[in-house]
């Protein structure tokens, strides 16, 4: 039989990764207000707090809010693809991210203060969380081996974290209901054509059944 998501969601072995859900991308007050409304209507914010909330009741689940941040000079900084160059003329050399505002904070409605199972994980470079960052160090020495990754976008950071992850051993599982693409229908063909081949695919609620049903077990 050929393996399946739920395979790779033992519960302590298993991490949830969200990507770039922060303040100055998906707040009220973002610049950017489209990609937020675009996250509530396709039901990805509902569904992504819904599924972290059900994840910290079962309590052995770590979080890793994967935050994008950058320097408010821009020191060195290439912008060595579209997507950089774009953002600096938008949002001026930080991107709106700079480091130390509350831009760069995950969402509140996200990110409880009082959990004990939240971390979070920034980068000052890059395009996807393993990039310049401590994020496999932490994965490692925690005990982790399988990933399930939400946020956005699937676009980039996510399949370049799916490919990132893949490459260093670790199995990945796409929670389909809580990652978020630009436009949204294009989500499912870079899933039939591209992400289907690096992550075993679920939903928030599947994910959450196998891990309760490991605890009734």
């Known amino acids: 039989m050929r393996p399946q998501a739920q395979d790779f969601l033992a519960r302590g072995e298993t991490a949830i990764l969200v990507s770039e859900m922060q303040e100055g991308i998906f707040g009220e007050h973002a610049p950017l207000k489209a990609q937020r409304t675009n996250a509530i209507e396709t039901g990805v914010l509902p569904n992504l707090v819904a599924f ?12 890793f809010h994967c935050t994008a941040e950058r320097r408010a000079d821009g020191f060195a900084d290439p912008l060595s693809s579209p997507l950089a160059s774009m953002l600096a003329r938008m949002a001026g050399p930080s991107y709106g991210l700079e480091t130390g505002t509350a831009n760069v904070r ?3 409605e996200l990110y409880p203060k009082d959990s004990k199972n939240d971390y979070v994980m920034s980068r000052l470079l890059g395009m996807s969380p393993f990039y310049g960052t401590d994020l496999d160090y932490f994965l490692r020495h925690s005990g982790v081996k399988n990933l ?9 950071a996510l399949l370049g974290t799916a490919i990132e992850a893949t490459n260093i051993g670790y199995h990945v599982v796409l929670a389909q209901d809580c990652v978020i693409c ?3 229908e294009y989500a499912e063909q870079l899933i039939k054509y591209t992400v289907r081949h690096l992550c075993y695919l679920s939903t928030s609620t599947e994910i959450i059944d196998c891990w309760k049903n490991q605890t009734a077990g």
């Open 52 to 63: 972290l909330n059900a994840a910290r009741e079962i309590g052995d689940i770590n979080i």
């Open 106 to 108: 995950p969402l509140a």
């Open 148 to 156: 399930v990754l939400t946020g956005t976008s699937l676009n980039v």
């Open 182 to 184: 630009d436009p949204p």
